[in-house]
């Protein structure tokens, strides 16, 4: 939503790496150094749509899950965009064991990663 390329820059120019993370439903503006994930967030309320230029932008994906819709939501995604993305975090949005098995048995079968939030694992709020 915000034009982040003067703040980026300057830390750039004072030394310091930059990273944002965006649902990819806005055009992202930041430069070509700031590392970007994109949590795209499919079927947003409101009619937001995961854009392609932010896919494409995209140096990771981070994704909720905890169905197999939602892993089909993605490769739909995927395809419908055209992006192959380097880099596939699938994060269960609880800790029940269902959807840390789907997010497991994901990676697995498609040499993506897993990403767990570990502050609800150790109860820290």
């Not at 939501?73 to 959807?99: G, H, M, W």
């Not at 498609?110 to 939030?117: E, F, G, T």
């Amino acid at each position: 939503m915000f034009d982040l390329k003067p703040l980026c820059t300057l830390l750039h120019d004072k030394g310091y790496s930059t990273q944002i993370e965006t649902s990819g439903t806005f055009e992202i503006l930041a430069p070509q150094e700031t590392w970007v994930t994109v949590s795209p967030k499919i079927n947003m309320r409101g009619g937001y749509k995961v854009l392609p230029s932010a896919m494409a932008r995209a140096d990771e994906i981070k994704h909720p899950v905890a169905m197999q819709k939602h892993i089909e939501e993605l490769e739909r995604l995927f395809k419908d965009t055209n992006i192959e993305p380097k880099l596939v975090y699938l994060q269960p949005i609880s800790q029940k064991a269902k959807a840390t098995k789907l997010a497991i048995d994901n990676c697995k079968a498609k040499n993506w990663r897993l990403s767990v939030q570990v502050h609800k694992y150790l109860g820290i709020n």
